[in-house]
């Protein structure tokens, strides 16, 4: 695996945008490639004759490039990393999507797995925990100034007896619901915590080695023109699933963000 830890971050883009390409378009061609990138032609294919080289993708001139596992698994892993840390600055910090996207683009290549991990862990907590939530991160956007001239945090005590009170409010009127539901019921965008796994160990495998347990956020991200497969995002990683796989998998529904 040292060739791939060698990677410079213009390979990794290449791994990125050849697997992106298979994934919407099934194929992925140096056309495609060079107007993604907004590279020439004749870089994309010296870029290709390397990750060929290093035995991370089959490439043939006027073929269809194709990612080898390892070239594959690579890929992933730079999907995974711009897939958290946009994500992380666009729910957490608030930035707009277009420069979120941008900067995670320039992030990717330099961040560890240990780093992406507690992103998306900080991420979790903060969507569930009922100390942050929604209305927690929005706070982000509008820091008191009152607070941060008080030295005794008056106001920001004040701030949290009310939202103890909102809590309390609305447990005694009932608004506080858990619904619960599987996996295959959730529509694209919709996410849920995942509650109990059944059906088949290969699927809990793959939820393990991707650190995903009870408790975990899971986010329908498409479904299939028929129903199957199911595209899913769970800490970070894109995975698909059967709908009988899908309907193993309760969860409890969450409001929309």
Known sequence: MAHVQALSE???????????????????????IAERLQVSRPSVTGALQALAERSLVNYEPYGHVTLTPAGEAAAKRVVRRHGVLKDFLVKVLSIGEAEADATACRMEHAVSKTVVDRLVDFAEFIETCP???AKWVHGFGYRCPEAAADPEKKQCIRCIEQCLEDVKKSDRKGEVKVVSATLKELKPGERGRIERLAGAGAVKRRLADMGATKGSLV????????GDPIDVKIKGYHLSLRRDEAAGIAVIRLPEA
Do not use: C, H, N, Q
């Open 10 to 32: 213009s390979m990794e883009d290449y791994l990125e945008t050849i697997f992106l390409l298979i994934r919407d378009k099934a194929v992925a061609r140096s056309r495609d």
């Open 131 to 133: 100390r942050a939530g």
């Open 219 to 226: 986010e329908v991200v498409r479904v299939a023109p028929l």
